[in-house]
């Protein structure tokens, strides 16, 4: 069974970092497309950014693009989220999601959830 546990959440200052773990496990992912999303109170669920675990090339909202980092560690089965610059608009519950979409960027094309980890940023 997948399981996917994130950490790294917490309370930063705007223009501060912070570096999002997303913990895989159940399975090999090679095969599988690896992404963030997050939701602020009152709004929808957005992408954040993604990757193919195979490829590892990276695909990122144009609000996060230049300000936050997805990368994967193969060996420890783990993607990772470094979150630079932050802004008090990237306050939200992070969640980290594995699935076979075709698309990186859409939610509904993945079949896997984690818990989600908050992200609180001070201004």
């Known amino acids: 069974q997948v399981r996917l546990v994130e950490s790294g959440g917490g309370l930063v200052q705007a223009g501060g970092s912070l570096r999002l773990s997303c913990a895989a496990s159940?399975?090999?992912?090679?095969?599988?497309?690896m992404g963030w999303f997050r939701q602020a109170p009152g709004k929808e669920r957005e992408f954040v950014a993604g990757?193919?675990?195979?490829?590892?090339?990276?695909y990122y909202a144009d609000s996060v693009k230049g300000r936050f980092t997805i990368s994967r560690d193969n060996a420890k089965n783990t993607v990772y989220l470094v979150m630079d610059k932050l802004k008090p608009e990237d306050t939200a519950v992070y969640y980290c999601?594995?699935?076979?979409?075709?698309?990186?960027?859409?939610?509904?094309?993945?079949?896997?959830w984690g818990q989600g980890t908050q992200v609180t940023v001070s201004s």
């Open positions: 999601a594995a699935g076979f979409s075709p698309t990186v960027t859409l939610s509904s094309g993945y079949n896997y």
């Open positions: 159940g399975r090999t992912f090679s095969g599988y497309v």
């Open positions: 990757l193919r675990w195979s490829s590892g090339i990276p």
